[in-house]
């Protein structure tokens, strides 16, 4: 299994943290901040999708045999009220299907007060390791 407690450099510039995992789901949050606010004054709806597909591709590297590399190559996303700057975002991914080199998942994103923000669905390639 892939080490969960290290991010990218992306996942640091945007102060995302894992807060949460089990087998085949993950759960990360991120505060929004003011840096993160559409013309609107909402956050912007890529920092939204940024942390959709985080947990979802974190959730695939709590499987076993565990995963090596992973890429999204399909997203979707379904926007259902507005997430507000200041609040805490939290997003849970879980894998739906687990196959050797495309992998299929579902994220359901709710702000502080767990009101559903998002969802979302992605495919991912990835390479795993050998059992």
Do not use: Y
Request: hydrophobic share 40%; glycine share 12%.
């Amino acid at each position: 299994m892939s080490d969960l407690t290290t991010g990218s450099k992306l996942w640091a510039w945007l102060g995302l943290e894992t807060v949460e995992t089990g087998e085949g789901t993950a759960t990360v949050e991120m505060q929004a901040t003011e840096d993160m606010a559409n013309h609107s004054g909402f956050v912007h709806g890529g920092m939204i999708s940024t942390l959709a597909d985080s947990a979802m591709g974190r959730s695939l590297r709590t499987l076993k045999p565990g995963v090596v590399r992973a890429m999204s190559f399909d997203l979707k996303l379904n926007f259902i009220s507005a997430a507000k700057i200041g609040e805490t975002l939290r997003a849970t991914g879980r894998v739906v299907h687990a196959g050797r080199r495309t992998m299929v998942t579902e994220c359901r994103v709710e702000g502080g007060d767990k009101r559903l923000v998002a969802t979302a669905s992605g495919t991912f390639a990835v390479t795993r390791e050998k059992e």
